[in-house]
């Protein structure tokens, strides 16, 4: 929809406004998505289901036979969670590979900057579905490091 590039304390941050209802916007910061809420609302003409943005609430136990299990639909490489570079730095190493399964908090990837080791870890659960970046890459803040499903 709209791009913008911002500087915060000699920061460079890039903002796609992907999606405005009323108050609310669905934007993308140096490639991590956010859903914002806005002091006045603004009209684009294009709007967003916020259900799709809502996690869904397990149903309350009535006592009837549970539903057959659905098998997941397969992921794509490089659909799911972008883990992305909070600094811009040197990869020292990389702990995991696409088909991994990993858990909040592992790492993912360690980065060299100012001259120290920075773990980079997940924030959520899930198979690993690309790797970007290999031991010895240089990568600039934001940039993606590892996609998970």
Same mark, same amino acid.
């Given at each position: ?34 859903? $914002? ?6 009209? =684009? ?56 399964? $990993? ?29 970007? $970046? ?12 590892? =996609?998970?499903?």
């Amino acid at each position: 929809m709209a791009k913008y590039n911002y500087t915060v304390q000699g920061v460079d941050y890039e903002v796609d406004i992907i999606e405005v209802e009323g108050t609310l916007a669905k934007v993308s910061v140096n490639g991590t998505e956010f859903e $914002v809420e806005m002091k006045e609302p603004i009209s =684009t003409g294009k709007t967003f289901n916020r259900a799709k943005a809502v996690k869904p609430v397990a149903a309350p136990v009535t006592g009837s036979a549970p539903e057959p299990a659905k098998t997941p639909e397969p992921v794509k490489a490089g659909e799911g969670t972008k883990i992305c570079s909070p600094l811009p730095g040197t990869v020292t190493s990389v702990a995991v590979k696409v088909g991994d399964a $990993v858990a909040a908090g592992d790492t993912v990837v360690v980065l060299e900057a100012m001259k120290m080791q920075n773990n980079i870890e997940t924030e959520t659960a899930g198979t690993v579905t690309s790797v970007m $970046v290999n031991a010895g890459d240089s990568v600039m803040e934001g940039a993606v490091l590892v =996609t998970i499903a």
